[in-house]
């Protein structure tokens, strides 16, 4: 796609979802330069991909009951732009190094595929009856928590990695897409569960005596560590996930001979 469309679609994408309260106005500036990237290197199906992954985040983030937000003091439904980084930096920035715009579609489609489990995952988990498992010690653990799987979540992961592997495979004619899309898509997941268990920063608040994700909780507090690599945000896992996926699509790429199947 020549580059003058790819940044004018983005533009247009980017401004309806902060319009709709999907991306806050920075998240919604670095979703414009993270889509005119993928974009501009694989073209329509890139974009469905794209499309697909954001517009189904975004309505399954508003519809689910998403209980991270009370539990853990995460951020909401409302993108920011280290969070768009997180979800699309690693297609980006995969899709630009790569030397053909076949293999960018498969980097990209397999990075917004766990991008879009991930998402899926944390949502329909909140429907959920029964506590979260650990998924290192299988133990119950609080609804919220780093690296608690769900039946339900994880059923919701599958179809949002489908729905983006669909949405690039039915555009681009290559059915292949859609089974490589949903296998990398939950293993990011996955790796996005294990890390986030093992080794994502984890703080308390003294004053309110509550878990949080954040340095400062709401009540303004300063928080303490409690566990995990202090640097390491939720974005950090987030972004080393789809940054493992996107290699992941590379790799299956190459494999498949560079013909994409």
Not at 70 to 75: L, N, R, V
Request: charged share 10%; net charge positive.
């Amino acid at each position: 796609m020549p580059p003058m469309q790819a940044l004018i679609l983005s533009l247009f994408i980017a401004g309806g979802g902060w319009a709709v309260r999907a991306l806050t106005r920075a998240g919604a500036a670095t979703a414009s330069l993270v889509g005119t990237l993928i974009l501009w290197r694989t073209g329509w199906p890139g974009m469905a991909a794209l499309g697909a992954f954001f517009v189904g985040s975004s309505l399954i983030s508003k519809l689910a009951p998403d209980r991270s937000v009370t539990s853990f003091d995460a951020k909401g439904s409302t993108r920011d732009a280290w969070q768009v980084v997180a979800n699309g930096g690693a297609g980006a920035l995969g899709a630009l190094l790569v030397g053909s715009e076949d293999a960018a579609l498969w980097v990209v489609a397999a990075s917004l595929a766990a991008a879009a489990a991930d998402t899926w995952a944390t949502s329909c988990g909140g429907w959920s009856r029964r506590l979260p498992r650990h998924v290192l010690t299988w133990t119950p653990v609080p609804p919220g928590t780093s690296g608690g799987v769900t039946v339900l979540g994880t059923t919701g992961a599958m179809v949002g990695a489908a729905t983006v592997g669909a949405a690039a495979a039915l555009t681009a004619g290559r059915p292949a897409l859609l089974a490589v899309s949903l296998a990398v898509g939950m293993l990011g997941m996955t790796a996005d569960s294990i890390i986030g268990a093992a080794w994502q920063s984890r703080f308390h608040c003294p004053a309110c005596d509550l878990a949080t994700e954040r340095r400062v909780h709401r009540c303004g507090t300063r928080t303490v560590t409690a566990g995990g690599w202090p640097w390491l945000s939720n974005d950090g896992v987030n972004g080393l996930a789809t940054g493992i996926s996107a290699l992941a699509g590379y790799v299956v790429w190459v494999w498949g001979g560079g013909r994409g199947w």
